[in-house]
Each structure stands twice: as structure tokens, then as C-alpha cells.
């Protein structure tokens, strides 16, 4: 009796989860599908290189931020990457703290405020 009803409320909420999902990707502007076709793409050639290849860097001036997205098995924090300039006035991120978690790769979006930063 208790697991027919488990696997109704479980039914029920794919059902409404898919429905909502679905809604949403059907009313996105062009301009969006656009970011996060480049995005996904982004995600997929991060997920390539693994949970140990560099992260990917870009620098929002106008938020005032610098985005770092990498891969993850589980164990990645923002802390466990130091974020420093180069010789030529770049920002280059660097992990100090290895993820050795076993879960399945995943990427992972971390924001560094551009005022916590060392400026060149």
C-alpha cells in the first residue's frame, strides 16, 4: 500500500517537473538559447578535461566580477583556488586544494568579486 503511494507522488512530481520544464524552455528568447547553447558548450569541453584541468576564467566588468567555472566530483569550494595576475595583466586561477570526491563530473559556476582581487 505505502510504496503504490511512493511511487504515485513519485510519478506526479516527474510529471509536473517535466511539464514546468518544458514551459519554461519554450518561452526563452533567442538571445538566451544563444548564452547557454555557448555555455553548454563551455560545460562540455570543461567535463573533457576533467575534475583536474584548468578552470575557465571570465571577467564581467560591469558586475564587478570574475566568474571561474570548472569541474567538480563533489569536493570543490571556492576557496580551494587562488585567483592572481599574470605577467601580462591577466587573471589565471590556479586549484590548491584537489577534488577527490568520487561523484560523477559535473561543472561548477563560482563568482570572485573584482575588489577581493589583486589589481594590476
Known amino acids: 500500500m505505502y510504496r503504490f503511494k511512493l511511487v504515485s507522488v513519485m510519478l506526479a512530481f516527474a510529471v509536473l517537473t517535466t511539464l514546468n520544464f518544458g514551459c519554461q524552455a519554450n518561452t526563452m528568447p533567442d538571445a538566451d538559447n544563444h548564452n547557454r547553447e555557448r555555455s553548454e558548450s563551455s560545460e ?11 578552470p575557465k576564467l571570465t571577467v564581467d566588468t560591469d558586475a564587478g566580477v570574475v566568474r571561474l567555472m570548472t569541474v567538480s566530483t563533489g569536493c570543490t569550494r571556492p576557496e580551494h583556488f587562488t585567483i592572481e595576475l ?35
Open 44 to 54: 562540455a569541453e570543461l567535463l573533457q578535461l576533467g575534475a583536474n584541468g584548468p
Open 86 to 120: 599574470d605577467a601580462e595583466g591577466n587573471y589565471v586561477a590556479s586549484r590548491v586544494k584537489a577534488d577527490r570526491c568520487r561523484r560523477r563530473p559535473f561543472v561548477v559556476t563560482y563568482e570572485y568579486a573584482l575588489d577581493d582581487l589583486p589589481q594590476g
